[in-house]
């Protein structure tokens, strides 16, 4: 399943293990995306790779430069400085004080440059995880969960980070001193070097074992780290509720099985890792025995000098240093490579709504800031199959305020978010002003179309911030004015810094009714060619609402409006009312027209004026 | 912006602060310690393969004796099978008790979260509260498997080289002591530097988790508004100062790294000059210089990793820092009386109830002041008033999630401060004004709200909240998973569940706070009918925004200025009161 607009389509989740990719955490990538994603990310910083690895070669020449110089001092410098010639040793003096010199600059270097890169890597990625799900529907997020999103740019993105970190050199590290020794062996002695070489073989084997075994624990690891993230974050956003039914313990519990299941994989890998460590060891330790009979052997019959075994035998033991070292990249790069993968489904997943490529401008208006919407032979299905608005035809003139009412499931909403296009429809089009919503881009549609939802959030930053995300240059006093237009004022200069106050956790402070307030402000500042408020009155109370229906009626007057609405009072000022059942619309017309009519309208509007004042 | 971190005290001593780490280090305590003693071993085995190597070189080579080098050979594989046998067991010894560390640590820390008070999670950012869980101990984790362990060994190692250093020869040995001043001093400059700027990351990295959650959550405003790009440019320039503080950090990494280079190297450096000199002279034989020369040049990565050690180790002190600043968190009391005996139908009853949050600046008016009021016995009160005049808080105080300031509550006239709070919640069922759901099943959702309750209560709570006939509709009935990780419900449906979750244990007390908002008129009514037959037998605060819920209520409450105005028939207020009467119609806005 790879299109997340069936994301709403009714899930089944049989008790035995879910098949779902969602509540698998396991999104589709095409192959060798995590591949591609890597490489992409080290693409633009191919000059500073290649220097970091140019200063990481002469470093670690420079670092093994000492050795040799031990050899070169005790076969030449020795004799020739009981000869009285100073030369040699001067040269050995100088000779180890510019390489560690070169070797302390160069380890500054390299460690700035990786960090560059590194940084610069993650950076991108977050940005792209970032950018990417911000594309994507509102449907695809309610199924994939801000837990798991936060684990993708978090917990994920520090694999990465590890790798790029210590990976870097390390691999380099390690690739170099393996050749460069390897080299060095084989120049000093052509059969120790072959012991060296032929040793690889077992070692790559051993490899090869490691990475098939570790990186399916971590691919769990990371599944499972997503789980308990997603859990903690769900219990401290509903913090209340959990209080207020004594859901503590019950979460304990829940908690500690995803927590356990997480324990669990960490301590796999770790011992993947004990492994691959152990069994590496015995190679290379096997190897450099190996390798001293055979010398000694050699030197004994006269056919390999003492300084050159000295060396070798220097030597062989670095060699293997980086063994752990390649068991550290290793372990980082299984670990990146699953949090990769997570991460490459993600970005995958195809947004709902594309943007345009040719776009198209809307025709310049003189006169009222309404526009002309037209839903032509629109259908809307989820791919599963589900039809939720069977093909219709609507149009809705330039300025006028249609109310579409009818029970829950009625698809009302499917038709807001049609015309705001968080959807497309499956057939048909729709019109602004005689443009298509998918050829305009996301600054001129949403100049054209705004919705306001019953939900109203709020995001960290003061209540002016807020309020601005309708339109983030405009002036304070022009925020201040959508604020007084719809009656917030009152209460924003009530708090204790006014505008300036910082609305903190979702606005833990600021009541339902005052959030939605503000979300109204936030539309007037917008001030967009159409309105769509989907129930975004529900929690107003009596004065509240009329003060939204006042700012309808003077700042928004001339405005196209698609008002969904449990109140009737809401509805009552429309020009024109839809009552829509089964995702059909089956009737239309005027408020005044449809309540003396015995349709559904006027069922409705008898029960509304019933619940009235008595 | 999240809450601001408290910046590290100068004085902080890293030592100090991973110490904190101890009750959760002891219960694996034995493998940490065996594991260290492990590693130990380990590097003194890396230490012997010189010497046996000098003894080959000067001995069996020299001697030309074949058996010696066989013996040599042979002592030098059982010497590296034993140091790998070691490395792995080392690992394996501490594999599951690290990761049973962090996660209990985890667990600890998710528990406390969810008994601190309701203040606590106001100020706090859910972001940074979840760094602290992932990321954080993510650290101390690999604190504890690296770090701690070889800070240690290495130091071991480096001693007992130094030791060998010096036996094998005193001149050369001293000359390699003399970095050793320089570098403890610089590296102390390093760790308190590099500790600031590690908890800085630490926070962006938080403000950043903040971000991402946030995006999810508002995803519907920053769509309809088409935001998404100004909410990246945010979210960048974030990541970018996230940036600044990690090349900040590598840059004084780079720094320290070089200087633990270059001075050890420079001082074998200066021994290899001087051996070579007095091997020459005759006074040191090769195969000592040889050997010596070895074990400097094994010295040499336990010495250069110091480094990375303590920039792990700082950067863990600062996450177990974080974490204790949430553990360290005040749990709200407690103050568990017996009170059986005293209770008697008395209703709920408000006497001069005050209350202020905790972390309002000073000088701003209370949010209650001075509330006095009566619930009686099975009567149903609506509490009506402005918008922000406090209603909500004040049904968050019923069920002490937050504490009155002054005055007090009683039930059935039960002192609430007085009882213990898992009792006075299940007395207590609330619906919220915003109904969150949670992952679980529809059935397990509603049954939250009772304990021991079944199938029965579970179809009457749906009945009354008008919800079985949309429940039945969905794929899997009652059993269908819902919340975050399920079926996305629409805001009237999750507000009939959050109903029939308040109702299903026929509570003693209700506190319904805007039940009916999402409704439309026709569930709505449905819905108050069946709710008046289970409000007959309870005493219930319903908060109300419109005629059509204060209908639910025998008696109507107005509160005003912090203070309950008026309490009377909605008859009798709307005749009466001019506010109540704007509030309830609209009309008539001189009354502000």
Not at chain 2, 22 to 34: A, E, I, S
Request: glycine share 8%; aromatic share 6%; with cysteine.
């Amino acid at each position: 399943m790879t299109d997340t607009t069936l994301a709403k389509a009714p899930r089944r989740k049989p008790p035995s293990g879910p098949a779902d990719p969602f509540d698998r955490d396991d999104l589709p990538a095409p192959p060798g995306a995590t591949g591609a994603l890597l490489r992409s990310l080290l693409a633009p910083h191919r000059a500073r790779v290649v220097i970091a690895a140019l200063i990481l070669l002469v470093r670690e020449a420079a670092l093994q430069a000492g050795p040799l110089l031990v050899a070169y001092a005790i076969d030449r410098g020795v004799p020739a400085f009981r000869a009285g010639d100073h030369g040699p040793v001067v040269a050995v003096a100088v000779g180890y004080l510019l390489c560690a010199v070169l070797s302390s600059v160069l380890q500054y270097a390299f460690v700035r440059g990786a960090a560059r890169i590194n940084q610069d890597a993650l950076l991108d990625l977050r940005g792209r995880i970032f950018r990417h799900s911000q594309l994507l529907s509102v449907d695809f997020h309610e199924r994939y969960t801000s837990g798991r999103l936060i684990s993708r740019s978090t917990t994920d993105v520090e694999s990465l980070r590890e790798l790029l970190s210590e990976g870097l050199q390390e691999l380099i590290g390690v690739v170099l001193s393996f050749v460069s020794i390897s080299l060095v062996l084989l120049w000093l002695d052509r059969g120790i070097g072959a012991v060296a070489v032929a040793s690889f073989l077992p070692l790559h084997l051993l490899v090869r074992l490691y990475r098939r075994r570790a990186g399916r624990v971590y691919a769990e690891r990371s599944t499972a780290i997503a789980a308990v993230i997603v859990k903690f974050a769900e219990t401290m956003n509903g913090i209340r509720p959990v209080r207020a039914f004594r859901r503590e313990r019950a979460n304990d519990t829940e908690f500690a099985a995803l927590n356990h299941r997480h324990e669990r994989s960490n301590g796999d890998a770790l011992l993947e890792m004990a492994r691959y460590v152990t069994g590496s060891r015995l190679v290379a330790n096997t190897a450099v025995a190996g390798m001293c009979l055979w010398g000694a052997y050699r030197v004994a019959a006269g056919a390999l000098e003492l300084g050159v075994l000295a060396a070798a035998v220097l030597y062989m033991r670095r060699l293997y240093d980086p063994i752990d070292r390649l068991g550290m990249f290793l372990n980082s790069y299984e670990s990146a490579a699953a949090s990769l993968g997570k991460i490459a489904g993600l970005l995958a997943q195809e947004p709902g709504v594309p943007e345009t490529t040719a776009p198209r401008e809307l025709p310049h208006r003189t006169g009222a800031p309404g526009r002309e919407v037209v839903f032509d032979s629109v259908g809307f299905a989820y791919r599963t199959g589900g039809e939720v608005l069977p093909r219709f035809d609507l149009t809705i003139p330039a300025g006028q305020t249609v109310a579409v009412v009818g029970a829950t499931g009625a698809g009302k909403s499917t038709l807001a978010k049609l015309l705001a296009r968080f959807y497309d429809p499956t057939e048909g089009h729709i019109r602004l002003d005689g443009v298509d919503l998918c050829d305009l881009t996301t600054p001129d549609l949403r100049r054209g179309i705004v919705m306001v939802t019953q939900e109203a959030f709020l995001f960290s930053g003061t209540v002016a911030e807020n309020i601005a995300i309708g339109r983030p240059d405009a002036t304070r006093e022009e925020v201040e004015r959508a604020a007084k237009a719809i009656g917030a004022h009152e209460f924003i200069t009530g708090l204790p810094d006014g505008y300036d106050t910082d609305v903190r956790k979702r606005g833990g402070r600021i009541s339902a009714g005052q959030r939605q307030l503000v979300a109204f402000a936030r539309a007037l500042l917008a001030d967009p060619a159409v309105l769509i408020l989907d129930e975004a009155t529900s929690s107003l109370d009596v004065p509240g609402e009329r003060a939204v229906q006042r700012a309808m009626d003077t700042v928004l007057a001339g405005r196209t409006a698609v008002v969904i609405a449990h109140r009737l009072s809401t509805v009552e000022v429309a020009d024109r009312v839809l009552v829509m059942e089964s995702g059909r619309i089956v009737e239309d017309g005027p408020p005044s027209v449809l309540v003396k009519g015995d349709g559904h309208y006027a069922g409705l509007h008898q029960a509304w004026r019933d619940s009235l004042v008595g | 912006m999240p809450e601001k971190p408290i910046p590290p005290r100068p004085d902080r001593s890293t030592v100090r602060v991973l110490l904190r780490l101890r009750p959760y280090v002891r219960p694996v305590r034995g493998r940490l310690v065996t594991a260290a003693v492990v590693a130990v071993v380990a590097s003194c085995l890396s230490l012997v393969i010189p010497i046996v190597l000098k003894w080959l070189v000067d001995g069996p080579v020299t001697d030309r004796d074949p058996g010696g080098v066989w013996l040599g050979a042979l002592y030098l594989l059982l010497l590296g099978i034993a140091e790998a046998v070691l490395f792995g067991f080392r690992r394996w010894l501490v594999a599951r008790p690290l990761s049973s560390v962090e996660a209990r640590m985890r667990a600890d820390l998710y528990g406390r979260l969810q008994r601190l008070p309701i203040a606590f999670h106001d100020r706090w950012a859910s972001g940074q509260l979840l760094s602290r869980g992932t990321t954080d101990l993510m650290l101390v984790r690999m604190f504890l498997a690296f770090p701690l362990t070889f800070l240690l060994v290495n130091g071991v190692t480096i001693l007992a080289g130094y030791v060998l250093l010096l036996s094998q020869d005193r001149t050369l040995g001293l000359v390699l002591l003399t970095p050793v001043l320089p570098l403890v001093v610089l590296s102390n400059l390093f760790e308190r530097r590099y500790g600031v700027v590690a908890r800085r990351a630490q926070d962006q990295v938080g403000d950043l988790t903040t971000v991402v959650e946030e995006s999810v959550l508002g995803i519907r405003i920053v769509k309809g508004f088409g935001r998404h790009r100004s909410q990246a440019k945010a979210f960048r320039e974030l990541s970018g100062r996230l940036r600044g503080t990690e090349l900040a950090k590598a840059r004084l990494l780079a720094m320290i790294w070089a200087v633990i280079t270059a001075l050890p190297e420079l001082a074998i450096g200066a021994a290899l000059v001087l051996g070579t000199v007095r091997v020459a002279d005759g006074n040191l034989s090769a195969g000592t210089l040889v050997a010596f020369l070895s074990t400097a040049l094994a010295l040499r990565w336990p010495v250069e990793s110091i480094g990375f050690l303590l920039a792990m180790s700082q950067e863990a002190a600062t996450a177990t820092e974080r974490y204790f600043e949430v553990m360290d968190a005040e749990e709200e009391p407690d103050t568990a009386e017996d009170t059986h005996g005293r209770r008697h139908p008395d209703g709920v009853r408000f006497e001069g109830v005050t209350f202020r949050y905790p972390d309002a600046p000073e000088g701003t008016p209370p949010v209650l002041d001075g509330v006095d009021l009566h619930v009686r016995p099975g009567e149903t009160l609506a509490l009506v008033g402005g918008t922000g005049s406090g209603k909500t808080t004040l049904t968050a105080l019923v069920s002490r999630l937050h504490e009155a300031t002054a005055g007090r509550i009683l039930l059935d006239g039960e002192d609430i401060a007085l009882m213990e709070r898992d009792k006075l919640r299940s007395l207590v069922s609330m619906a919220f004004e915003e109904p969150t759901l949670f992952s679980a099943s529809v059935g397990e959702n509603v049954l939250m709200g009772a304990e021991g309750a079944g199938e029965p209560e579970l179809r009457r709570a749906l009945g009354v909240a008008q919800a079985d006939g949309f429940v039945d509709r969905l794929p899997e009935g009652t059993a269908t998973q819902v919340g975050e990780q399920g079926l996305s419900l629409s805001g009237g449906q999750r507000q009939r569940l959050a109903l029939a979750r308040a109702v299903v244990g026929k509570p003693r007390f209700l506190v319904l706070d805007d039940p009916l908002s999402a409704l439309d008129v026709h569930t709505e009514a449905r819905v108050e009918a069946a709710l008046r037959e289970v409000l007959r037998e309870t005493t219930a605060l319903v908060v109300a925004h419109r005629p059509s819920t204060v209908m639910l209520a025998d008696r109507v409450a107005l509160l005003s200025r912090g203070r309950i105005a008026a309490v009377g028939t909605h008859q009798e207020l709307l005749r009466s009161n001019a506010e109540y009467a704007w509030l309830m119609s609209g009309e008539g806005d001189e009354a502000r």
